[in-house]
């Protein structure tokens, strides 16, 4: 598998991509650049671990190519938005904004890997649900996307279809844009 900041590259680029307008912040976490974990014992894990620790600071460098900000998100914010727009409060994997469409854009990014995938699955399911009623912007358009990479982690998204009843769309996250696919809920209209 692919450290998970490969998949928030492949959506920043894909959907949300600063090129076209959209002012992106990702937050990368510590274990997604495998400085955290327990020792990896199987060659499986021991491998899947020197990927991420070299695939991870290529990933981040692309995704600051690209025009995202990664990391330090209310310096970002402040930068970008200065007090017009108030910043939300709690960590998300991607916000993504288009002013110019007055759109918002909160993403949680989960996939296939060591451990129990399914409990990271559901976290970043119910960091979603909270989203629902704590991530708005004053005048702005809101979507909230689950974006998933990996057979299990697709699996359990599949599980999770009444998610769309609060507004919230999945996404199973492929290796060409072609093969993605949207298991409930639609992007945001005209995304590009």
Known sequence: MCPLADPKLQFVEWYCNPAEGWQVFVD????????????????EAQARH?????????????????????????????SCFGTTLIQPQEDRDII??????????????????????????????????????EAT??????????????????NHLARARAAWQLGISGLVIGATRNADQWVFGEPPPRIN
């Open 28 to 43: 990368i976490d510590p274990s997604e650049e495998g400085s955290t974990g327990s020792a990896r014992i199987s060659a």
């Open 137 to 154: 912007l004053s005048g702005y358009e809101r979507f909230l996307t689950f974006v998933v990479y990996g057979e299990k982690a697709a």
């Open 50 to 78: 020197a990927r991420v620790i070299t695939d991870a600071p290529k990933a981040i460098d692309e995704l600051t190519r690209l025009g995202a900000r990664v990391g330090k998100r209310k310096q970002g914010w402040i």
């Open 96 to 133: 993504a904004v288009k002013c110019a469409r007055r759109l918002f854009w909160v993403i949680e990014v989960e996939g296939d890997s060591g451990g129990q995938p399914e409990g990271k699955i559901y976290r970043a399911l119910g960091q979603l649900v909270c989203a629902v009623s």
